[in-house]
């Protein structure tokens, strides 16, 4: 899931500065999930808009913003106010907004700060798990992530520098090799860490990334 969190409203106001009439956006998936973009903060943010002085031509709620499809279809609703709109306030992740902007005319602002692919510990409440390096090293490491639960991302064991069991770069996280000894200590396959890891391939995280379903599909047919 993909964790963002609002912007200063002063920063959103910034943005506006030479925008009179504005459109919203949300998302109905992560933002709603993270008190960022969904209903209630679109409403909310129409108000304070309108509070200083701006007009609210619309609003709505894409399903989902990120979905290029799915966001062309429903900005149509808007056919005729993009006519007059000076800017599009989205309210969606970083990528949710870039999709908005590929939709719609007037310029698109954020009005949200994309923070990190994460899971959700309990209502509002949410951890960094995933920095989607294009090298998955779960299936060693007993689905602990070296390189999000690292501060210094080591694939070769920790650097020795913990105390405690806590991480020397912040006392507030524990030592994510200390976490995955124990539990592949659990499952009976320490041996996992007895060998020497080749140097990540960061190549595989080149931005930007693109995947084609139809010609891997295409390929594995013609293979």
């Keep these: 899931m993909i964790i963002s969190q609002n912007k200063p409203f002063e920063e959103v106001l910034a943005f506006l500065e030479n925008s009179e009439k504005i459109i919203i956006v949300g998302c109905s998936e992560c933002a709603t999930v993270c008190?960022?973009?969904g209903e209630t903060e679109v409403q909310e943010m129409k108000e304070m808009l309108e509070e200083e002085g701006k007009k609210v031509l619309g609003t709505t709620i894409l399903s989902p913003a990120c979905n290029l499809l799915n966001s062309r279809k429903d900005m149509k609703q808007f056919?005729?106010?993009l006519k007059e709109t000076d800017a599009i306030l989205s309210l969606a992740?970083?990528?949710?907004?870039?999709?908005v902007a590929k939709v719609a005319k007037p310029?698109?602002?954020?009005?949200?700060?994309?923070?990190?692919?994460?899971?959700?510990?309990?209502?509002?409440?949410?951890?960094e798990a995933c920095k989607a390096c294009g090298e998955c090293e779960l299936g060693w490491t007993a689905a602990i992530c070296p390189i999000t639960k690292c501060a210094k991302g080591l694939v070769n064991g920790p650097c020795g520098g913990a105390k405690d069991k806590k991480c020397e770069v912040s006392n507030d996280n524990d030592c994510?090799?200390?976490?995955?000894?124990?539990?592949?200590?659990?499952l009976g396959k320490l041996e996992n860490m007895m060998s020497m890891r080749e140097p990540k391939n960061f190549e595989k995280g080149n931005a930007p990334r693109r995947i084609n379903l139809r010609n891997q599909e295409k390929e594995t047919a013609n293979a």
Excluded: H, N
């Design 35 to 37: 008190k960022v973009g």
């Design 79 to 81: 056919k005729e106010e």
């Design 93 to 99: 992740c970083g990528d949710g907004t870039q999709t």
């Design 107 to 127: 310029e698109v602002y954020p009005g949200s700060d994309t923070m990190f692919i994460g899971e959700i510990e309990r209502i509002g409440q949410f951890e």
């Design 176 to 186: 994510a090799w200390l976490l995955i000894y124990d539990k592949l200590k659990d």
